[in-house]
Structures are given as structure tokens and as C-alpha cells.
């Protein structure tokens, strides 16, 4: 009988999380036998992942939330190292999640356990410091964005491009017609679409924003879709959009991609999201708002001059990016008005976002990264 393969995997994160499923479904494919542990979400666990902890305790982002929580981070670091000494894996897959994830990478280094990096550290933004520690403890890292893998051979750091996830995960299942039957839309009216956050602790800062901003909006003419990531607090979310008193707010839960194709305008947190919702191909306005201190901290460390994927990658203001107290409602409507049909703003917005589309489309990481851990598995068994 065939050795059975132990993983370990460590996703923090909801995309995290959907990233990693596309892998594990790769790996069910190739007639070895597999043990998943560690910790994913509910896509991973789904695939057979034993998780260690429940997903949610790791939903936390900004230096003063992490500090908030950081005996946590700890009894997770022990219980992991627990895991290596007792039930040594054969590979540890390491999801993005840069802070947690590289001490995690130097624990499974010292156990002789080979360590590939799926999702590279956005070293090239902040924390440049990080390649040095990815050059030490990890085998090989899979970057996502097609820039990073020049910028990490210079630092003779083990690496190849294997193509963004999104490329392959989004799919759309309804055309505008169904869509607006089965979630009761007016296909005739112009639709919004709001994406708040994948976190709580998002949700807390962004949706009374987006709320303020789409309750402006004419309801004879707008429908509003408010999108709700399974990975928040139900009863929280419905308790804050249930005093709206707005007749045209439907909240969307699921089916991303079908509601960011067939809305005019997006506005979303930043994030995976806005990415996906280049990749789809629809004008956006990327909202970010931050702990204070956290984003003062963070406004004398980071090294880029966007926040939002698309514009980064395209090295273009393409998409309109609010930060901090710009995120109001009156500058959200403000771009939204600047990019729906109608405006030459918007043509040249969409044609940007083609080309966003083929960078991120030339490779299939359900593809290269299983080449990586079976070549790791052989050279490291």
C-alpha cells in the first residue's frame, strides 16, 4: 500500500482558505493517498483538513489587533510545535498570512520539515526584511503576482510565478435575468454593488459607511447589493443593516462573481476582493480604513504608492482608492458617479481591467503547485 503523505497547512485567512482548496482538490486528483492538518476554513476542512483551532480566532489584522491577541498567536505556535515533534508532516504548505506564517516557516525548518510558501509575502511593500527570512527557512515559494518572482531571484530566494488562483476560481453560474429572480431585483433599475469585508472587524468599520453612502442613491432608479462573506458574524451583520429602513438594500450572501458582473459600479474593502473584481472586469472604488495607529505606522513602513492589487499590478491609478477619512460617503458616490455607463471615465477603467486579466490568466496554480510539492516530497522524503 502507498505511504500516505502528511501535510500540515496553515491559512489564516478566507482567501487563504479558497486558495488552498484549489490545491487540495489538485492533490485529490493524483491518486496518492493524503492526510491534511492545521488550520483553513470551512472550504479546506470540507477536503478533509483536521483543523487545529476554529478558523475565526484568526481574523485579525493591524499591529494593535495582533498585540490584542497575541497570547493566542502563541498557544497556536506551541500546539504546532507540538504537532511537528509528535507527528513529524512531510511538507508544510504556508498560506500568505506573513506574520504568523513566517515564524511558523523557521519551527517547521527546525524539524527538518520542507516548508513551501503558497502565496508570497508582499515583501515589495513593507517588511523588505522578510525575504531574508524566506531565503532561510522556506524550500520553495509560489508567488501569485507575476512581478514578485523577478524581485525575489534577485535575493537568490527559491521561487517561481504559478499564476493567480482568482484566474481559476471565478466562475459565473447566473446570467442578470435569473440573478434578479431568484434574489427578488429589479433587472430594469441600475444595480450598486457593496463588498464590506470578510472580517468583523472590517464589517464594524466599513458597512455603516457603504451603508450611509448607497442609502443616498434615488430607490426608484437603484438597486443597492450589499455582499455578506460567509466568514462574518450572521446575527451581527443582519443587526446592522436591519435599521436601514431602505427599501431597495438586498443583501447578497454568496455568489460573489455573479453579483460583481452584473452590477454597474462596485465599492469594496480592499483586499483579494478588489482583485477578483478587476479580474471580473467591473469599475471599482477601493475603500481602506485602519485601527489610528495602526495605519500610522503603516503609512511611514509601506513602500508602494497604491493599496488596491489591480493598481499595483498594473502600476496605473486604474481604480480609485479612498483611504482613511477620504472613505466617507459623500467621496464613495463621488467615484461611483465617475465610473458608471455613460462616463468616459469608465471605458478606460475597462479597458485596464483586460489587461488585468490576461497578466493574471498566463498560469494555473492547480497546476504548478502540485509540480512544487511533489518535487519538495522527492527531494526532501
Known amino acids: 500500500m502507498e505511504k500516505e503523505i502528511k501535510v500540515f497547512w496553515l491559512a489564516g ?19 496518492k493517498r493524503y492526510r491534511h492538518i492545521g488550520i483553513g476554513g470551512a472550504k479546506m476542512q470540507a477536503l478533509g483538513l483536521k483543523a487545529l483551532y476554529p478558523f475565526d480566532r484568526f481574523a485579525v489584522m493591524g499591529f494593535v489587533e495582533v498585540l490584542k491577541h497575541i497570547t493566542f498567536f502563541l498557544k497556536v505556535e506551541r500546539r504546532i510545535r507540538q504537532l511537528f515533534e509528535e507527528d513529524k508532516p512531510d511538507i508544510a504548505i504556508l498560506a500568505d498570512y506573513p506574520g504568523f506564517n513566517l515564524r511558523i516557516a523557521h519551527l517547521a525548518d527546525e524539524y527538518r520539515i520542507p516548508v513551501l510558501y ?25 508567488c501569485i503576482l507575476p512581478f514578485e518572482e523577478e524581485m525575489l531571484n534577485i535575493h537568490n530566494v527559491t521561487c517561481s510565478y504559478v499564476g493567480h488562483p482568482i484566474a481559476e476560481e471565478i466562475e459565473h453560474k447566473m446570467d442578470k435575468d435569473y440573478f434578479a429572480k431568484f434574489f427578488h431585483l429589479n433587472p430594469d433599475k441600475k444595480w450598486l454593488g457593496f463588498f464590506p469585508g470578510s472580517r468583523n472587524s ?13 442609502r443616498k442613491w434615488d430607490p426608484k432608479e437603484y438597486e443597492i447589493l450589499i455582499s455578506k462573506s460567509h466568514s462574518v458574524n450572521h446575527a451581527m451583520f443582519m443587526e446592522m443593516v436591519s435599521g ?37 472586469g467591473t469599475p471599482t472604488v477601493i475603500c481602506y480604513k485602519a485601527n489610528p495607529i495602526s495605519y500610522l505606522i503603516g503609512k511611514h513602513l509601506i513602500r508602494v504608492s497604491h493599496i488596491g492589487l489591480p493598481n499595483i499590478i498594473l502600476d496605473n491609478d486604474v481604480l480609485p482608492e479612498l483611504v482613511q477619512h477620504a472613505a466617507n460617503p459623500d467621496m464613495i458616490n ?23 486579466r490576461a497578466i493574471l490568466g498566463e498560469k494555473k496554480p492547480s497546476v504548478e503547485v ?12
Request: glycine fraction near 6%; charge should be positive; proline fraction near 3%.
Open 202 to 214: 472590517e464589517i464594524k468599520k466599513m458597512l455603516p459607511v457603504f451603508l450611509n453612502a448607497a
Open 13 to 31: 485567512e478566507s482567501s487563504g482558505d479558497l486558495h488552498c482548496e484549489l490545491i487540495m482538490k489538485a492533490l485529490a486528483k493524483d491518486g
Open 118 to 142: 503558497y502565496i508570497s509575502p508582499q515583501f515589495w511593500a513593507w517588511k523588505h526584511e522578510r525575504v531574508q527570512k524566506l531565503k532561510a527557512s522556506v524550500r520553495h515559494t509560489a
Open 370 to 381: 502540485p509540480k512544487i510539492i511533489d518535487h519538495l516530497l522527492k527531494t526532501y522524503g
Open 334 to 356: 463621488e467615484k461611483i458617479r465617475d465610473m458608471q455607463i455613460g462616463s468616459p471615465r469608465r471605458d478606460v477603467v475597462r479597458l485596464e481591467l483586460k489587461k488585468l
Open 244 to 280: 436601514t429602513g431602505m427599501g431597495n438594500l438586498n443583501i447578497i450572501d454568496g455568489y460573489t462573481y455573479d453579483m460583481m458582473r452584473h452590477c454597474e459600479v462596485l465599492v469594496c474593502t480592499s483586499g483579494t476582493v478588489t482583485l477578483e473584481a478587476g479580474y471580473v
